[in-house]
């Protein structure tokens, strides 16, 4: 999707496409669980936990604080990472409102005999 076609979709829609995608490469997913074990803010040990060059950690991590889900804060010649709640609670927001509607709405589009896609 071209960047001129997110305007067609509501604020909340181009926030969660946003969230699934910095989640959508196994080396942030790697960095998000790193981070969540390490339960505290975590200052230039991330490239040792990953099999991956420093500037290709530091682009996950740009990926991953610009959508919300980490933040930064410099501490003296370092950079400190720790999640972020509030991306945190929107994605958690958004599957709940899925699996909700999958338990109700969604069950009931298909009959036992017909073949569902």
């Known amino acids: 999707m071209g960047a001129s076609k997110t305007e067609h979709f509501t604020e909340h829609q181009n926030q969660i496409a946003l969230l699934a995608k910095a989640m959508g490469h196994p080396a942030r997913i790697a960095i998000l669980e790193f981070l969540l074990e390490a339960k505290s803010c975590i200052c230039g040990d991330i490239v040792n936990e990953l099999p991956l060059a420093q500037p290709t950690v530091s682009q996950h991590l740009k990926e991953l604080k610009n959508a ?48 569902c896609c």
Not at 97 to 104: E, G
Not at 107 to 112: A, F, V
């Open 68 to 115: 919300g889900l980490i933040k930064g804060n410099i501490e003296g010649n370092a950079i400190c990472y720790c999640i972020n709640e509030k991306g945190f609670k929107k994605i958690k927001a958004f599957f709940e409102t899925v699996t909700a509607k999958s338990n109700s709405d969604l069950t009931n589009q298909c009959t036992p005999n017909e073949t």
